[in-house]
């Protein structure tokens, strides 16, 4: 057993099965979030197998060992609760949050779900149509086009270059015995972690634990996967692409640092310094002011490997040529010129506010453990706190003079076609 500090005390244990758990007692929460986070997803894909972890997040509904799908989904929702799960670049993960009096669904429900699956075969040329329909929206959606042409350009070389819904080689390919080879190799207890945050009484909920956990068959040691590294970008510059749309949109980027990087925070500042919101410089100069841009953002998101450092933005195409070189402009004004005190302090705020309202809730603090744990660690957002506060305008103006080089962004305008 092991004691953890992240907006009060929570304690960790491995059961005998592999599964990590974790519980954070909130004694003011009226609710229970449980969710099992699983460490598979796009970066542990191949190209031979790219977008069965989403394929398999979709499987997992279609009833299990106890449960028809009917009462999976009726299950949590028929006493006020919430269930869903995602799938990311990182995870997948499967949660649901349940009123605190009825927490022995949700638990039962995980339990099901992850570990005793029907799978059953007929359905899965059926979810194989749904994934494929989801797959032809990155061909009519803006946004979508243009992040599917991005994204190969940003992460060459890299399990990062491929699309969470995966290719539509793959999709179309991919055989029932691949699903569940891939289930069999990924869904071991000892590849998940189970957090449970919310008001609960201890002594049963452990009991219940270990009843549906520990007897779980640990499989076979995935050991420590390496993947390589993240190199910048092959090609800088725009691509153009056209496609049926009345304004150009754009979207530049480059890799950051891994979640593990202590300056994740800074560079997290950095990025809301220059578009995170009306007050950013980016967005007061280029939308307000000078309306080159009817919107603009800037962030940076973590990830387990390199996250991307991304500018998105929209515009008639005769402002793309002059747009394009005030963002680079003011890229470079923030490698010559550290930001205000005034800057930083007001980005500070606003980067510490988010995450704490976002822990206001059982499941905002499970989500936060959850995700911290498959990034990095489980004090990932502690630590993020601390690095905040640490920040300084010369840190965050050497950053800018390694990653807001233009010569090493790329990225993608999507305009409209000739005639439209």
Known sequence: MKEIEFYGRGEIMQLDSGLEVLLKPLEYARSVAMQLWFRVGALYENETNSGLSHYLEHMLFKGTEKYSPQQVNRLIEEVGGRQNAATSQDYTKYHVTLPADRWQRGLELLSQLCFHPRLPEDEFEKERRVVLSELDRYSDQPDKILWKQFIPRLYHDHPYERLVIGSREVLESVSYSDLLSYYEKFYAPQNATLIIAGDFDREPLLDQ??????SLESKEDLGT???????????NGMKRVSGRVNQVYGVLG???????????????????ILGGG?????????VLREELASTLTARFWTQRESGPLVVRFRCEPEATGNLM??????????AKTPPTEQELERSRVQLKTDVMFSAQTAAGQANQLGYGRVVESFDHFAKYLRGLEKATAEQLREISRELLDPERWTGVLLEPEEGE
């Not at 996967?225 to 090609?235: G, Q, T, V």
């Not at 480059?254 to 809301?272: F, H, N, S």
């Not at 070189?325 to 923030?334: H, R, S």
């Open 209 to 214: 634990i270990k009843q549906l956990f520990e």
């Open 225 to 235: 996967m390496d993947f390589p590294a993240i190199k910048k970008p092959l090609e």
């Open 254 to 272: 480059t890799p950051g640092y891994p979640a593990d990087d202590e300056r994740i925070a800074a560079l997290d500042l950095l990025m809301e």
């Open 278 to 286: 009306p007050a950013s410089r980016l967005y007061e100069k280029l």
């Open 325 to 334: 070189e005030a963002i680079y402009n003011e890229m470079k004004a923030l």
